[in-house]
């Protein structure tokens, strides 16, 4: 399960830890200063340290950095009643996990312990499960995600990869259509020839066919040479057409010639080209539909539906958001040269609870952004800019009205926060730590305010 070292001055406080880990299993020694546990550390290897930060002599840093010398793969997690911003900034500058505020709650200490050993190889028989079945369970070309959901589209990518069916990708918009595209191809027999993609709904009709299509000189004004379109440079790989369903309808009668005749004309030509290709379709539309009103060939959809690949949204994927997190964090840091190694835990907490109408390229987005803006080497809740516009619609309430014999002030005040506290406590599972996190007020003034709002 993990072998965990606390450190901390407070004998009540160490006795309690120690007897809380215990109980879920966990290899626990306790010390009572930072000295002993630096010692303890060259006698013994530790997997996690719980150091409290207010310590004399040899404080909680001082800790972090004494172990990080002597075993630098052993998290630390720090404890401490003087949090602060500039606290976690330096604690996580010297390489700590995270930190806990000191009347934290044990149920998030649990799961931060839980989540930090997860993370090092160490946790349950599932999460080990998946880090030793390696790539395949975390990355599919440059698909990132290993649940249950994507392990399935996994399997249909490989099934489908070496057969010359047409594949017709459905899911909403950001979840990684054009990915999955690329999978199919490269695992193919196609693979090393050429992979070529267009939007359909990004051009106008004429240069869409002309793209497409290509065309012969002098056909049109400005024609001065003959091109070649997409399915020529493609013969012999494969065509992937995105958002097929904006397709007009007089190129999907000629797209509809050039997949069951494998030949169609350039614009201005006579001459048919016979060509060889595999073609991969995408929409975030519902095709069904638009083949009842008629505004897409029913005989074009069957053609293209020959294998449905359906990619959930990440909303339906959340165990992904860890995962797809770490890999863009990874991403940006190096394209940035900044050396951002994690998130905080609270700012994974709001990743995780957000719904993500965008999926995966939303994701991408605020990860880019909050490394762009990032200035330690941790995201921290401050640069993590999420869209809660739906959020703040129904955040307060609409304009009061003055009653015409007057109100009292203060109670309604109170009324109101009242019922702000109350929500958030609800919204956080009764933690009192996470309350106070949701509503931007330290934890000795929620307590407060609790007790003087007469809250149970």
Partial sequence: MGRILIVDDDRGMKELLQIML???????????????????????????????LKMPRVDGIDVLKGIKEISPDTVVILITAYASGDTALAAMREGAYDYLEKNFDIEDLKTMVQEALRKKGLGSQDDTFLAKSGDDALYFGNIVGRSREMLKVYSQVKKVADTPANVLILGES??????????????SSRGNRQFVAINCGGLPENLLESELFG???????GAYADKMGLFEVASGGTVF??????????????????????SFRRIGGSEDITIDFRLISATHQNLQEKVKNRSFREDLYYRLNVIPIKIPPLRKRKEDIPILT???????????????????????????????????????????????????????????????????????PPEPEIPDGGLDLNETMAEVERSFIRKALQKAGGSKKRTA?????????LKHRIEKLGIS
């Fill in 326 to 396: 770490k890999y863009f964090i990874e991403k940006y840091s190096k394209e940035f040269g900044k050396e951002i190694k994690k998130i905080s835990a609270y700012a994974m907490e709001l990743l995780m609870e957000y719904e993500f109408p965008g999926n995966v390229r939303e994701l991408e987005n605020i990860i880019e952004r909050s490394v762009a803006l990032e200035t330690s080497n941790i995201i921290l809740p401050e640069n993590l800019v999420i869209s809660r516009d739906q959020q703040h619609e129904s955040l307060f």
């Fill in 241 to 262: 057409l995105d958002e097929i369903a904006e397709l007009p309808p007089v190129l999907q009668v000629k797209l509809l010639r050039a997949v069951q005749e494998k």
């Fill in 174 to 187: 950001g979840t990684g259509k054009e990915l999955v595209a690329r999978a199919i191809h490269e695992n």
């Fill in 215 to 221: 065309y012969m000189k002098g056909s049109f004004t």
């Fill in 22 to 52: 215990e109980k879920e299993g966990y290899d626990v020694d306790a010390v009572e200063s930072g000295k002993a546990a630096i010692h303890q550390c060259r006698k013994k290897k530790y997997d996690l340290v719980l150091t409290d």
């Fill in 437 to 445: 996190e949701l509503l931007n007020v330290s934890y000795d003034s």
